[in-house]
């Protein structure tokens, strides 16, 4: 290749192109579905990796919102994943691919894999000359490209993010398309960004050529330090004091997230406006910071938009409508976490957010749309899915993990929440389709019924009797063990218990057996393990005996309640439950609607998954045994032991050790959840349809048992929390309306002036019995104040009396503060 390289290049038209590579012409998509997987051997030769699909909606203002990122094996699961891109494009959504293969589930620098093809976003540009010849061009609109330039061998991804930016300097490639995880559209999908829809073409690969890495480095010129991204200076003072914990928010080092791991630079600045505007910034100030960081940290979400100071303003505006943040930490105490507090299990830890990326689209996208709709936690809807499709599979598949040792797909689960964090409506929107399925199959039942009535009446009494129907069940709700024998009895495949209250289905618990003892709830831990079950009667002289019993529960309970729901906890019921415990939300109106389009098609993942048979031998039936793929296999070892290996850990808390020991049992479940779920959702759409858990589905349940293990924390720290943490946040209330609703001062100053029975001795423990109660409680909230070498000093609050406070405080040259202020504290 000559050195003049970057001189005078030849325009190679779409049409020239598509015409004169010969070797292995792309046709377009809708003339051979297969060539789409011949594209992606040209891109990533005979590597395996992970492939990243990332998905979103166009919006008006150009933004792409509702974002998802779905990882595949390839080139295993090559099959789902372009079955997984058509969906996503016929429903409305842009589709890219990331350039290159990942070693991880995120698409981060850090997980590029070896890079065998370079890339461009050509935006405009012409394709280069006969020199530096695309070896796979693609047209992603009219007049617009992206081309490829395949290599002889793989390269290190930092040498391949080097080269891909000479090359784009080069060529007049987008200059901010170079870097790794580079998204770029998937051949096959619309692009809707523009009004007339062009669908995405390949326009041709020629692979009869390669480059060596050698022959790019040597050609084209080297980088210019001018040429490098310029470091910003993003330590600027805030215009107000702000507490350690927000010093990271205000250097963009602690951002908001997208799916794809990418920063929300919208959500973002909001979050640094939240901790400007409750250290108390005024609007001013605030406006002018959020302009600040938006340029000093290279977003420029808004700078360059004539209406930039006006959605600035905005985000000041949904800070002042939602009131002051209530759910700080607390500087840098460093101690929230440790073992030592785990042990004691005194202070609720920081809840993660539930991996609904994990779930197929039609799931995870009636879970995240329900909770925007109904205004509660996405944990709610995403652990009621997870029942639902468990339900909807029932006893028709086991994974096989080894001889000897299956897992079916019930799980025991639950959602902790106070009576107005709305769990009943996101208990029944999850199972929905379990509870119309039930509809259907009482109607069905009906029809069946009158036409045996009919029957029976016509029948002489030497005739011989017609069969009686039974009725079809998907759920139940208020029954004993010995009615829940006969309906297993009746529907082998099995039903799900769906409880408002888990509390008072507890204490219903042998509330008929003499003296209130019974085997109820050993029967629900025989049920658990899918074990036999026998229920004697008085009156009948044989039991009932189920040989395969399957009940998925789910059902919400109570943070007060969590005591309750623990009598008698040393028989491992509890542990056997998975929940969700979210930290609450607030209350207000939202306009967001769940769409008909996700609702359906939630429904149509669990009428699918309802459709699966069990195996039938010598008339019986039984669940059928799907293995796990090598790949599987292998991350399922990987994180069985990396769950031992925390389980066994010096001072792991022994409150928890049962809790752990089930959820090995649980990420194999989990796995075989997602798989089902996926193959179900993959035929709806023509794609493939083997049964196997593959990697892809494990290291899904591995971050399920991730998220369940944080919560499990949550809700043991509720369960066994001492009974003396309400009485003392009683008198905290009282104390802070004493004070106006607002208190500053040290740990000892507030010992000495808080009068409560039910304070600790030392003033140290008090703090923490605070820190406590502010993270369970919306109504409170902790600051810490500057630091001096003498005092460490922080604020309490009240939160609602102050929201209220705040909307009406006057102004420095109001002539009535005080009656204001007045008006204020009479209505609280």
Known sequence: MPEDVAEQPRAVSEREWGLTKGSDVIMPQDAHEDTREKFYRHLFGGQSGLLALFSGVRMPDGDVDKTSTRYFDYPASIGDALAHATKESDAGREVWHCAHLLTGKRRIKENAAPVITLWGDLDGAEIPNDTLLPTGVVGSSPGRFHCYWRLSEEIPPELAEDLNKRLAAVVGADPSGFDLTQLLRVPGTVNYKYPDRPV????????????????????????????????????????????ESALPVWRGEDPKLKEDGEPDKSATLVKIGRVLYDAGATRAAIVDALAERDEALGWRKYTDRPDADARYHEIMDELQSNGRNTKLKLGNDSNDSTDSEFRELRELPDPERFPVEVFPSSASRLVREAAASIGCPVDFLAVGALASMSAAIGDTRKILIKKGWTEGAAVYAMIVGDPASKKSPALYEAMRPVLMRQLSLKAEYDRQREEYEIALARCDKDDEKPEKPVMGRTYVDDTTVEKLADILKENQRGVALIKDELSGWLGSMDQYKQGGKGGDRQKWLQIHTNRPISVDRKSSEEPTIIPRPFVSIFGGIQPEVLPDFGKDRGDGLLDRFVGAYPEPMSGRWTDNELSDEAREGYKALIEALYRLEPAEYDGDEFASCVDMSAEGKAVFVREYNRLHEELEAPGFPQRLRPVYGKLEGYLARFALILAMARRAEARSTGGATMERVGREDVEGAAALIYYFKNHARRVYTGLYADSTVDNLAADIRSFLIDKEYIWEGTASELHSALNSEYKPARPEDLAKSVRAIVKRSPLLRFENLKRTETRRAFRLTLENAVIAVSAVMPSADDPEPEARRESVRESW
């Not at 890495?213 to 080297?222: G, I, Q, S, T």
């Open 200 to 243: 995405v073409k390949s326009l041709g690969l020629d692979g009869s050529r390669s480059y060596t890495p050698r022959e790019m480095d040597e050609a084209l010129p080297k980088s210019e330090k001018s040429q490098e991204p310029q470091s910003r200076d993003t330590s600027g003072e805030p215009p107000v004091v702000l507490a």
